[in-house]
């Protein structure tokens, strides 16, 4: 988790309770105001979830690149039949 995904969290939840404290006065530009700070929450959110998306993503690739590598390296290390009749 990132800190957009954290600072948006915040602001939305921030957002709500100043929304709803303007519901419960009868103050229009508070509630007006939440929701706007709800939204921006919202939006920060969701752009922190496709930042660790897209890191998972390429963490992941990166993972599989480097195990298949591996794996290609392996193959090229094994001795062919006529090579283990000369040593053994």
Aim: charged share 40%; proline share 0%.
């Amino acid at each position: 988790m990132n800190k957009d995904r954290v600072a948006g969290k915040l602001r939305d939840v921030g957002g709500r309770i100043e929304r709803q404290a303007g519901e419960w006065t009868g103050d229009r530009e508070k509630q007006a105001h939440g929701t706007i700070k709800q939204v921006e929450g919202k939006v920060q959110n969701a752009w922190g979830k496709v930042k660790d998306a897209g890191k998972n993503a390429a963490d992941k690739a990166t993972t599989h690149k480097a195990s298949r590598q591996g794996d290609d390296s392996l193959e090229g290390d094994a001795g062919t039949d006529e090579e283990d009749e000369e040593k053994g």
